[in-house]
């Protein structure tokens, strides 16, 4: 079965809605969607960037475009008690899932936690909570999210998805095509039925070309 | 007749993307588009943030999502012969056009120059060309363009872009409400149609609510 991956992290409300229209993305395109956690601040420092929530006016924006969002997609969402939150717990207690199907449990709970029940994802209690609900054993999740291991494991999506050239959430991957952003689902679903044309060699001419002008004091 | 503002900087493709959608839209939606020339790159540096193309990443991205959306609207583009470049002749002579109409045919000269002629809109001749085609006054258009009035004009669009909290192009308002990019057409249209609800109370609630976590090194 052909696969897409979905690179997320639970600080992001775009990779909230993003997610609730994972599976009716999956079966309509008959592709298995294999999700990516990553530190979506990692990307951030590797690109020297700010995030939305780090830029006031974008902060603003965001918050209105993302409750219109969910209004056009019939998705609830609610925001966090405190954001950005640190989501690290979460992102490695999704990694340390024993198999695809209770991960995807574990990111529906831990999505839906922070995105609609206003908890905070980076209490212990809130994940532990999350983690039996989905009917998992909390004491090993917990135990193997702490491991070399499982943080290794988070490090290497996030370090990989650097070397892709990711530099937002969530960023979906088909075919080693990016997609970012919720806005990007019509442009993913036409690449997966073959009717998005992209000329490389016009990519690339267009690359090649220089710049004339460039600002003084580029942060 | 209702109007809305179309906010705008000829150095992005998806500035021009949307810009040919602009008359459409205004027809369909009963609206009147009033363009507003600014310069991008004073916005940056007024949040503080890069440009597309001043991060790799974003670049290699964009070029790739532009032509997809291009495509996919059925819009002919092509990369200016260099990129970032000075935008503001360009921009002045807009804001310099006698009226609205003449302003029209001006953008949409200008927009075609750069991305669908591969011209370069920094080049005096290039813009007289298309002043020119448009059956206007080159030399008096040229004239009041270097004129401190013109100047002011464009630096008042954009600081009260950056008042409004405008960080990005293209940005549409209507009713000042903001929306960015090409992508945010379909919002726009639901808002223009009332079909855009939009809970001030949450947002209100979710601005006030603290973060929890934060970069050491943010750029």
């Given at each position: 079965m052909?696969?897409?991956?979905?690179?997320?992290d639970?600080?992001?409300?775009?990779?909230?809605?993003?997610?609730?229209?994972?599976r009716?993305?999956?079966?309509?395109?008959?592709?298995?969607?294999?999700p990516?956690?990553l530190?979506?601040?990692?990307?951030?420092?590797?690109?020297?960037?700010?995030?939305?929530?780090?830029?006031?006016?974008?902060?603003?924006?965001?918050l209105?475009?993302?409750?219109?969002?969910?209004?056009?997609?019939?998705?609830?969402?609610?925001?966090?008690?405190?954001?950005?939150?640190?989501?690290?717990?979460a992102?490695r207690?999704?990694?340390?899932?024993?198999?695809?199907?209770?991960?995807?449990?574990?990111?529906?709970?831990?999505?839906?936690a922070?995105?609609?029940?206003q908890?905070?994802?980076?209490?212990?209690?809130?994940?532990?909570?999350?983690?039996?609900?989905?009917n998992?054993?909390?004491?090993?999740?917990l135990?193997?999210?702490?491991?070399?291991?499982?943080k290794?494991?988070?490090?290497?999506?996030?370090?990989?998805?650097?070397?892709?050239?990711?530099?937002?959430?969530p960023?979906?991957?088909?075919d080693?095509?990016?997609?970012?952003?919720?806005?990007?689902?019509?442009?993913?679903?036409a690449?997966?039925?073959?009717?998005?044309?992209l000329?490389?060699?016009?990519?690339?001419?267009?690359?090649?070309?220089?710049?004339s002008?460039?600002?003084?004091?580029?942060?």
């Amino acid at each position: 079965m052909r696969s897409i991956e979905f690179c997320f992290d639970y600080i992001s409300p775009y990779a909230y809605l993003s997610w609730t229209q994972a599976r009716s993305l999956g079966e309509r395109q008959g592709v298995e969607v294999i999700p990516r956690p990553l530190l979506f601040a990692g990307l951030l420092s590797a690109h020297g960037t700010r995030g939305p929530a780090e830029v006031p006016a974008k902060k603003q924006y965001m918050l209105r475009d993302v409750l219109r969002k969910a209004h056009a997609l019939g998705v609830d969402i609610e925001f966090p008690p405190a954001h950005p939150f640190n989501p690290l717990l979460a992102l490695r207690v999704t990694c340390a899932a024993p198999n695809l199907d209770a991960q995807r449990k574990l990111i529906d709970g831990l999505f839906s936690a922070a995105w609609r029940e206003q908890r905070a994802l980076d209490d212990v209690a809130t994940v532990r909570e999350v983690v039996e609900r989905a009917n998992l054993d909390a004491n090993a999740l917990l135990e193997a999210a702490a491991s070399d291991r499982v943080k290794a494991t988070l490090r290497s999506h996030t370090e990989e998805a650097i070397a892709q050239g990711i530099f937002g959430v969530p960023t979906w991957v088909a075919d080693g095509e990016l997609f970012w952003g919720v806005d990007s689902h019509p442009l993913l679903e036409a690449h997966l039925e073959g009717r998005a044309e992209l000329d490389a060699d016009k990519v690339a001419r267009w690359l090649s070309r220089p710049s004339s002008a460039s600002r003084k004091n580029t942060p």
